[in-house]
T-cell receptor, first 116, second 112 residues
Framework: GAVVSQHPSWVICKSGTSVKIECRSLDFQATTMFWYRQFPKQSLMLMAT?????????EQGVEKDKFLINHASLTLSTLTVTSAHPEDSSFYIC????????????FGPGTRLTVL | QKEVEQNSGPLSVPEGAIASLNCTYSDRGSQSFFWYRQYSGKSPELIMS????GDKEDGRFTAQLNKASQYVSLLIRDSQPSDSATYLCAVNKGGSWGKLQFGAGTQVVVTP
């Protein structure tokens, strides 16, 4: 149980375009979803926390107008990177947490974004 | 002081030996503790969760928690080359929608 999927697994786009990444909890209802970014050889960096039906809470330094997060249902959250630039190239990982899992976060497989 | 601290490694362990990973945390109010394994280029995978003082065993893995000392550890018995990865310690303080504080990770290298 506790499977989280992400789509796409990798994406290459041109600078200035927008990219949408989907995160789904397949076998549980995710009351909270988290979006992380990880650059090579670096630690996970939490970008934002989203609760179903609420606006996302962004970490300090993360531009909310650039990284749009929607958590429209208990099984789906999306991250849209708007007007992507090469410096946005990174590994984006979502995680999901159910209401009865004592804080356990289950991670999706990640999306590798390359902006040319 | 970082909220969650781990030795970065690499921790080199002979195949078949025990790997011992340590983690300390700063917030005494922390309630839940997790170990994740992350292979290079992959996302983290949950190995163990522990909530109460003492030991918790799952297969070759044993997590140990000591809240008084604000210390959590992970033992990997009979280490295999497939255990070579970065191990992340994560702590949930409670509240904050279950946000986890992650350590920087300890890289483990199991040598045949």
């Amino acid at each position: 149980g506790a499977v989280v999927s992400q789509h796409p697994s990798w994406v290459i786009c041109k600078s200035g375009t927008s990219v949408k990444i989907e995160c789904r909890s397949l076998d549980f209802q995710a009351t909270t979803m988290f979006w992380y970014r990880q650059f090579p050889k670096q630690s996970l960096m939490l970008m934002a926390t989203s609760n179903e039906g609420s606006k996302a809470t962004y970490e300090q330094g993360v531009e909310k107008d650039k990284f749009l997060i929607n958590h429209a249902s208990l099984t789906l959250s999306t991250l849209t990177v708007t007007s992507a630039h090469p410096e946005d190239s990174s590994f984006y990982i979502c995680s999901a947490r159910g209401s009865s899992q004592r804080g356990t976060q289950y991670f999706g497989p990640g999306t590798r974004l390359t902006v040319l | 002081q970082k909220e969650v601290e781990q030795n970065s490694g690499p921790l080199s362990v002979p195949e078949g030996a025990i790997a011992s990973l340590n983690c300390t945390y700063s917030d005494r109010g922390s309630q839940s503790f997790f170990w994740y394994r992350q292979y290079s280029g992959k996302s983290p995978e949950l190995i163990m969760s522990i909530y109460s003082n003492g030991d918790k065993e799952d297969g070759r893995f044993t997590a140990q928690l000591n809240k008084a000392s604000q210390y959590v550890s992970l033992l990997i018995r009979d280490s295999q080359p497939s255990d070579s990865a970065t191990y992340l310690c994560a702590v949930n303080k409670g509240g904050s929608w279950g946000k986890l504080q992650f350590g920087a990770g300890t890289q483990v290298v199991v040598t045949p």
